[in-house]
């Protein structure tokens, strides 16, 4: 039972930070995007712009999912990272956790969150 629960735990783990990973590189992609590219000071509703990011570059009007990535996804980031933290026995342990069914949870997850990210990016929500 015990050992189960473990693996369990190890496998949610894995999962958590895989998404995790995604939520950072698609929150630093939204970022680099509105300080790139030439973003509308005013709403424009027949292209989705109608969010107002604040960034370090000023004000634009963005996607909502562009906004809510660019100002709080690195924070739902590290709200994963610490939730698969404290699921990993390993971790708490002081132990690495890495072994063969871990990474391939954690690189499924992290590829599957990435394509649902972006699909949600896509969508214009």
């Not at 473990?6 to 990973?21: D, E, P, R």
Request: proline share 4%.
């Amino acid at each position: 039972m015990n050992s189960a629960l473990t693996k369990i735990q190890q496998i949610l783990s894995a999962i958590f930070f895989g998404i995790a990973v995604s939520c950072v590189v698609v929150a630093i992609f939204a970022g680099r995007l509105f300080e790139s590219f030439d973003r509308p000071q005013s709403p424009s509703s027949e292209k989705g712009f109608t969010s107002l990011v604040h960034n370090k570059m000023g004000s634009f009007y963005g996607t909502p999912f562009e906004g809510f990535a660019a100002n709080h996804g690195m924070l739902v980031a590290m709200g994963l990272v610490l939730v698969g933290g404290l699921l990993s026995p390993e971790i708490r342990r002081g132990e690495k956790p890495v072994n063969a069914i871990s990474a391939r949870f954690f690189g499924s997850a992290a590829i599957l969150s990435f394509v649902a990210l972006l699909a949600l990016w896509w969508s214009g929500l």
